[in-house]
């Protein structure tokens, strides 16, 4: 079984794990109606995606 042979220091242990943080997702905005809205996901504003209606929201614009 694999087992260090030293204690890895506070230091190292950090520099590791230097990359691991998240990163927050990049939003776009949706081309029909201007709202911030993930990539390649239906806008919760107007419902759409691709240029279509895919979700009925209620409102008429």
Known sequence: MAVPKKK????RRNMR???????ANGGTECPNCGEQKLP????PACGQYKGRDVVDTGEEF
């Not at 390649?40 to 806008?43: E, I, K, W």
């Open 8 to 11: 890895v220091s506070k230091s």
């Open 17 to 23: 794990r230097a990359h691991d943080a998240l990163v």
């Open 40 to 43: 390649h996901h239906v806008c």
